[in-house]
C-alpha cells in the first residue's frame, strides 16, 4: 500500500553540525510534501513544505530537497542547535486538500 | 496567527466512562479539520477526517460509533471516546486545514493525554 518511510529511525549529532534526515515515499501521485517538528508530549510543529513541482526551498536553517525520481525527501538543518532536537516527520498528500500520510519518523538528538 | 488548540491536554478516566476532546482552530476558519492518534515512539495515525456541516470519514478500521467526531462550526470539532478502555491509551492530536492558504496548510494542536484506567 501507500506508506512514507525514513532511512533512520534516530540520527545523533554534534551542536553547529548540519544534519540530515531523509524520507522515502512511494506515492508518485504526491503532489505535495511537508516537515513536521514534533518535541516531546506536544503536537506536529510545521517546519518547511515544497510542492512536487519543485526541487528545493529554503528556509531559515532548513532546506528541503525532492527528489521525484527516486522519490525521495530530505531535510537538511544547518548548524544544529540543541533546540533541534526533536522527532521529525515528512508527510505526503496525494490531493487539494486530502489526507496527509506521515512517515515513520527521525528522533534527532544534538550534543551539545 | 494558524493556531490550534485541544482541551483538555490531557485527562485520566475509568474504564467504561466516555471522554470528549475538542479541536479549536483560534484565529481561523476551518472547514476540515482531521483527528489523529498517536502511540509511545509512534507515527500519527489518522482516524478521520472532519468536515464542517456533515459526517466524517473515517480511515480503515476505526470504529465510528466508538470514536464519535462532530464539527458543528467552522472554528471547532469534537472527538467523543465512547465507553473507553485501557487500550484507548494513547496521545489525540487534530489538525485544522487553513482555507486561506494556498497549499491548505495543515496545523496542528498540541494534542491530549487519554489515559484510561
Known amino acids: 500500500g501507500e506508506s512514507v518511510g525514513l532511512h533512520l529511525p534516530t540520527l545523533s549529532v554534534q551542536e553547529g553540525d548540519n544534519s540530515i534526515i531523509n524520507c522515502a515515499y512511494s506515492?508518485?501521485?504526491?503532489?505535495?510534501f511537508i516537515w513536521y517538528k514534533q518535541e516531546s508530549g506536544k503536537g506536529p510543529q510545521f517546519i518547511i513544505d515544497?510542492?512536487?513541482?519543485?526541487d528545493k526551498r529554503q528556509g531559515q536553517r532548513v532546506t528541503v530537497l525532492l527528489n521525484k525520481t527516486v522519490k525521495h525527501l530530505s531535510l537538511q538543518i544547518a548548524a544544529t542547535q540543541p533546540g533541534d532536537s526533536a522527532v521529525y516527520f515528512c508527510a505526503e498528500r496525494a490531493n487539494q486538500g486530502g489526507k496527509l500520510i506521515f512517515g515513520q519518523g527521525t528522533e534527532l538528538s544534538v550534543k551539545p | 496567527g494558524a493556531v490550534v488548540s485541544q482541551h483538555p491536554s490531557r485527562v485520566i478516566c475509568k474504564s467504561g466512562t466516555s471522554v470528549k476532546i475538542e479541536c479549536r482552530s483560534l484565529?481561523?476558519?476551518?472547514?476540515?479539520m482531521f483527528w489523529y492518534r498517536q502511540f509511545p515512539k509512534k507515527s500519527l495515525m489518522l482516524m478521520a477526517t472532519?468536515?464542517?456541516?456533515?459526517?466524517?470519514?473515517?480511515e480503515q478500521g476505526v470504529e465510528k460509533d466508538k470514536f464519535l467526531i462532530n464539527h458543528a462550526s467552522l472554528t471547532l470539532s469534537t472527538l467523543t471516546v465512547t465507553s473507553a478502555h485501557p487500550e484507548d491509551s494513547s496521545f489525540y492530536i487534530c489538525?485544522?486545514?487553513?482555507?486561506?492558504?494556498?497549499?491548505?496548510?495543515?496545523?496542528f494542536g498540541p494534542g491530549t493525554r487519554l489515559l484510561v484506567l
Open positions: 506515492n508518485s501521485a504526491s503532489d505535495y
Open positions: 484565529d481561523f476558519q476551518a472547514t476540515t
Open positions: 515544497i510542492r512536487s513541482n519543485m
Open positions: 472532519s468536515n464542517e456541516g456533515s459526517k466524517a470519514t473515517y
Open positions: 489538525s485544522a486545514i487553513h482555507a486561506g492558504t494556498g497549499q491548505k496548510t495543515q496545523y
